[in-house]
């Protein structure tokens, strides 16, 4: 069992793994690229040729295409309606755009290749979004740096792992350009959303939810939900939730 | 008085209702709480004073708080108390002189507000997150970077070094 890094470009963003693993390392490295290739040809809106994108210039109907698009769109309105319109498959201009889900999807999919491959201890990160399982290279609680939105180049702050938390997503306005739509009522309050959650999708729906809802709506989000949250007001104040203020001071 | 002094400190240790508190808006979820077992230092003679002479809501969270010696088996309700996360009621169900459950019946505010309160988010100064240091970090969060952000990213900083 050694420790492998691995990465490679996908979703127009860079993966960068780390894991612990026996023989098969190759194989299942090779295995996690096709997961994410497969998933980015299939949703990507910046492939012509992707189901999402005939589904955007209408010349396939959402109702006929592949049972992996309508699973993930399911999964995308169950997620809409959890958090009140926040987090929404359905862009501005009607756009189906399920990039909202899709990376969650892949790294969730790359770490069960991972497990089944043998590995234990390994990390996923997917352009800023990050699954762990196990214990890092120096045999102890894996740790999550994030960025400062005002200067991507130094940290805001750096969390081990806690409580029930597998993962760490961060939603902002600061790179990939506006990728959040804010909800009709929202107007722009923070810059930057961090969410710790037992799973990446919840992380990841979470902290966009946040990002797209009014400020006030923070709070039932995150109580509603196993999460902890760290948010960058426009004007550099945070707020945190009670676990996540334990953990940045410890 | 004992049953109420003992729900009372329950109720006082606002941590073990709300730490187990993390399942979210349920209110009919039932919480254990940690029972004191034979050998561990806490005895029922020891309890008696501290629960005798508490008051309905002032009692200290210690280990004593499980134990209810010489209670008569059954369940029994504690007043409604505020505490900062708003108003909190439970329920003790005693069996053997020993806490065996403690059930929320009332974690609501006036406003209706259910228990997701405890997790309500709230102001932390910069200065009380401890400076990062990047050299511990495994794994860098952030808005999602392009291909070509990710070179100047602190990931790819990170990467370098775990890539040797």
Redesign the interface.
């Known amino acids: 069992m050694v420790w492998r890094?691995h990465?490679f470009?996908s979703m127009?963003?860079?993966v960068?793994i780390?894991v612990r693993m026996g023989d098969g390392c190759d194989e299942a490295l090779a295995e996690v690229e096709a997961v994410f290739r497969s998933l980015d040809e299939t949703f990507s809106l910046y492939r012509d040729d992707s189901e999402l994108s005939r589904i955007a210039r209408h010349e396939l109907p959402l109702t006929a295409s592949s049972p992996t698009v309508k699973d993930a769109y399911e999964t995308a309105l169950t997620w809409r309606a959890t958090t009140r319109g926040a987090f929404t498959p359905n862009r501005p201009d009607g756009v189906v755009d399920l990039n909202g889900v899709v990376?969650a999807m892949a790294i969730e999919s790359a770490g069960r290749v991972l497990g089944a491959a043998g590995a234990v201890d390994w990390?996923v990160?997917a352009?800023?979004?990050?699954l762990?399982d196990g214990f890092?290279?120096e045999k102890r609680d894996?740790?999550?740096?994030?960025?400062d939105?005002a200067d991507?180049?130094?940290?805001?702050?750096?969390v081990a792992l806690f409580?029930?938390h597998r993962a760490?997503?961060?939603?902002?306005?600061?790179?990939?350009g506006d990728?959040v739509w804010l909800r009709g009522d929202s107007e722009k309050h923070f810059a930057?959303v961090?969410v710790f959650a037992p799973n990446i999708l919840l992380a990841d729906v979470v902290s966009t939810a946040v990002l797209a809802a009014p400020a006030g709506e923070?709070?039932?989000l995150?109580?509603?939900?196993?999460v902890?949250?760290l948010?960058v007001f426009s004007d550099?104040?945070?707020?945190?939730?009670?676990?996540l203020?334990v953990q940045?001071?410890? | 008085m004992r049953i109420r002094a003992v729900v009372g400190a329950v109720i006082a240790s606002g941590a073990v209702i709300l730490g187990g508190w993390e399942a979210g808006a349920q209110h009919s979820t039932t919480l254990t709480t940690q029972v004191a077992t034979p050998g561990t230092g806490v005895t029922g003679s020891a309890a008696a004073p501290q629960t005798s002479s508490g008051s309905t809501a002032s009692g200290t969270p210690t280990a004593s708080a499980a134990t209810a010696p010489g209670a008569t088996d059954g369940t029994y309700k504690g007043s409604v108390v505020d505490t900062e996360y708003g108003t909190v009621q439970v329920s003790a169900t005693i069996s053997g002189g020993k806490i065996s459950q403690v059930t929320a019946l009332k974690l609501t505010d006036d406003g209706g507000r259910s228990v997701q309160i405890s997790n309500r988010a709230a102001p932390i100064l910069r200065s009380e997150v401890l400076k990062a240091q990047s050299a511990n970090v495994d794994s860098v969060s952030g808005a999602t970077y392009t291909t070509e952000g990710y070179l100047s990213s602190l990931q790819a900083a990170l990467d370098s070094a775990h890539f040797g």
């Open positions: 890094t990465r470009d127009g963003t860079v960068s780390m990376k990390c990160n352009g800023g979004d990050v762990y890092s290279p894996w740790v999550t740096g994030i960025t939105p991507r180049g130094s940290l805001l702050a750096s409580g029930q760490a997503a961060t939603s902002g306005f600061s790179e990939r990728h930057q961090t923070l709070d039932d995150a109580g509603g939900h196993s902890d949250v948010a550099g104040g945070l707020v945190v939730t009670p676990r203020r940045l001071a410890a």
